[in-house]
């Protein structure tokens, strides 16, 4: 069974401090692995995904397959990335999205 | 283009009372969604369709049905409204193929309360 587990709801770092979202992932196959984000008051968006291999907004998530792991970095958080996070997994040839329980990140000034 | 559009934004209901909440979308995609999203639980699917005339269950489909009517529009039902279902519902929609890795498409959620 699909599972993505984001062990962090909460998570409060300074304004230049290095931030780092977890997420770990099952999958009995070969997985899709996105982060998605959603701004006060905004719809939930893609943010990035680990086919592309690019950097948005400052973000890089790395997937780790000997890990499962695919989390999500930046060298210096902003106050503009206080926003939830949500990792999600979905196969190949597949139409389903499992999401994590999601990562509330609080940027302080 | 408007992109994925829910509708209502807000509802409230009585318990065993019934709704539908409606969404399109305007980008010609195959594959739509339901999720509720909850406290603590994040995002659940519901219910999926992959293409025009199928639907299939997501991990939590008790107590819910769905319709695709056309490519465009995904609905989902409570046939008979419980506070358990008190939650925020998104639809998404996502053009996916073999050769396309396929982002979701949110709307802005319909936040229902079971009273």
């Known amino acids: 069974a699909q599972r993505v587990t984001q062990p962090e709801k909460l998570l409060s770092v300074f304004k230049g401090a290095p931030v780092e979202l977890k997420c770990n992932y099952s999958?009995?196959?070969?997985?899709?692995l996105f982060w998605y984000v959603q701004y006060s008051r905004q719809r939930l968006q893609l943010l990035l995904r680990?086919?592309s291999r690019e950097s948005i907004k400052g973000f890089t998530a790395d997937l780790n397959k000997g890990e499962t792991s695919f989390h999500l970095k930046k060298p210096f958080a902003q106050e503009e990335d206080s926003a939830m996070y949500y990792c999600?997994?979905?196969?190949?040839?597949?139409?389903?999205?499992?999401f994590g329980t999601g990562t509330s990140l609080t940027v302080i000034p | 283009n408007a992109g994925v559009t829910q509708t209502p934004k807000f509802q409230v209901l009585k318990t065993g009372q019934s709704m539908t909440l409606q969404c399109a979308q305007d980008?010609?995609?195959?594959?739509m969604y339901w999720y509720r999203q909850d406290p603590g639980m994040g995002l659940r699917l519901i219910y999926y369709?992959?293409?025009?005339?199928?639907?299939d269950k997501g991990e939590v489909p008790n107590g819910y049905n769905v319709s695709r009517l056309n490519k465009r529009e995904f609905s989902l039902r409570l046939e008979s409204a419980a506070p358990s279902q008190t939650s925020v519902y998104f639809c998404?929609?996502?053009?996916?193929?073999?050769?396309?890795?396929?982002?979701?498409?949110f709307g802005e959620g319909s936040r229902l309360t079971v009273l």
């Open positions: 980008m010609n995609h195959n594959s």
């Open positions: 369709s992959a293409s025009e005339g199928t639907t």
């Open positions: 680990h086919i």
């Open positions: 999600a997994l979905s196969s190949y040839t597949g139409n389903q999205f499992y």
């Open positions: 999958y009995s196959g070969s997985p899709e």
């Open positions: 998404a929609s996502s053009d996916r193929t073999l050769a396309n890795t396929g982002e979701l498409f």
